[in-house]
T-cell receptor, first 114, second 113 residues
């Protein structure tokens, strides 16, 4: 079945350093979403990418969707302690099918040391 | 809107007991999802509903799990009988359409001893 893998599983950075997490799907995705889950919290939607090669920015966060629509990345510039949490990518299973349910990636846990 | 509301927030039960988790989705959202999160398996989709109708329950682990959505504002996830391996955080989420932003509830942390 479709799998969505993320690397790394865990990243520990010093505050001010950059951070990148990568998301790879075994199949082409119609779109990809990114979520953030703070420790002890629930996933919160960050952004959705739809177009091949699309790049979107939210302040220090840059999201990219691959040309083949099978991979994506999230880059955080100059991390802050508020960036701590697990970042998930999520993509619909199938492509335009009736059972296009959202499959979450394995997640990347980001720890930021002040 | 108060967002997706789940209850209880925490549940501790003994093995073999029935457990019922509850969810109130955001008004107007046509889709409702039940997820389970564990360290080992991550965030797994158990089942989802569209307009109160179960569409895909292929993620439900076994017959001990059942979910219902009697109306647009309420859903339950029931485990009977519960087992220690069911211990996890169970999230309910809702969305307007299948591929738009999913809003998650606070989750129910279930511990089966």
């Amino acid at each position: 079945g479709q799998q969505v893998m993320q690397i790394p599983q865990y990243q520990h950075v010093q505050e001010g350093e950059d951070f990148t997490t990568y998301c790879n799907s075994s199949t082409t995705l119609s779109n990809i979403q990114w979520y953030k889950q703070r420790p002890g919290g629930h996933p919160v939607f960050l952004i959705q990418l739809v177009k091949s090669g699309e790049v979107k920015k939210q302040k220090r966060l840059t999201f990219q969707f691959g040309e083949a629509k099978k991979n994506s990345s999230l880059h955080i510039t100059a991390t802050q302690t508020t960036d701590v949490g697990t970042y998930f990518c999520a993509g619909p299973r199938g492509y335009g099918g009736a059972t296009n349910k959202l499959i979450f990636g394995t997640g990347t846990l980001l720890a930021v040391q002040p | 809107d108060a967002g997706v509301i789940q209850s209880p927030r925490h549940e501790v039960t003994e093995m073999g007991q029935e457990v019922t988790l509850r969810c109130k989705p955001i008004s107007g959202h046509d889709y409702l999802f039940w997820y389970r999160q564990t360290m080992m398996r991550g965030l797994e989709l158990l089942i989802y509903f569209n307009n109160n109708v179960p569409i895909d329950d292929s993620g439900m682990p076994e017959d001990r799990f059942s979910a219902k959505m009697p109306n647009a504002s309420f859903s339950t996830l029931k485990i009977q009988p519960s087992e220690p391996r069911d211990s996890a955080v169970y999230f309910c989420a809702s969305s307007l359409t299948l591929n738009t932003e999913a809003f998650f509830g606070q989750g129910t942390r279930l511990t089966v001893v």
